[in-house]
């Protein structure tokens, strides 16, 4: 640090001389020197810890209550739709039924996300999605929050699908509660790489991911490998968007993306109702 100073001491056209004692190196400057120089270096040292405090704070959109807004959605529309019941049309017709999505269904994906097995099913997973998508709207903004948490769900419930084959029927929007914790998981880890060895190891962050997966997603009537899917592709995504945007797009993009959700979800369910039996 001593040369470094030497540096920007001489920069300034101060002269300094570089000396070594018992407790380390010393930048010495004439004594009529010595109140600009102290300033000069002052000023250095405040940049250089606001600059360090940039590159290891993420830009972010700021505060949203997106996640509150979605889980308030889903405890409306439970209101129309009651419980589980398979003789009312909207669970015949919008669960994921493994061997409907494989031939081609792929609306099940997304409505099984707006339906839930009762009433403690629902609040759990609307309070999960008002905590972790409204942290993922903090740091990238509600719209591409929304997309990506839906993206998550849907990818995840068709991959559930396939592992399953024929036979397994799911409803609920834990997928996106898991793709939202992977998203966030996602994002800590390559922010972890980038400060290398300043941070704790960034594999930790997908162990966190993980360790959540075991704490709420594995009880005895939990879709395990829908979870699964769900947290795995939403790291995906965390890292892919992390590594790919510097900033959150602005507020267009987002209110864009808000839209396409909204109009995703709708256009599955009239693809749902609209279908033959």
Known sequence: MAETWALVLSSQAI???????????????????????????????????????????????????????IGVLLVLFFWVTG????????????AAASERILAGQWWRTATALTLHADLAHLLGNAVSLAIFVTAAGRSLGPGLASVLVLGAG?????????????????VGASTSVFGAIGILCGQQFVRRRALGARSRPAWLALAAGLGLLAFLGTGERSDMGAHLFGLLVGMLLGILVTLALARPPNRVLQAIGLVACAATVVLAWLSALGAPG
């Open 15 to 69: 002269p300094s001389q570089l000396m070594k004692d018992d407790e380390g190196w010393l930048v010495c400057v004439p004594p009529e020197q010595a109140e600009h120089a102290s300033q000069v270096l002052a000023d250095f040292d405040r940049d250089l810890a606001e600059e360090a405090g940039r590159e290891r704070s993420p830009v972010e959109y700021g505060s949203t209550s997106v996640g509150l807004g």
């Open 83 to 94: 419980p589980h019941d398979a003789a009312v049309f909207w669970f015949r017709d919008g």
């Open 154 to 170: 849907m990818l995840g419930n068709a991959l559930s699908a396939a592992a399953h084959g024929p036979g397994h029927l799911s």
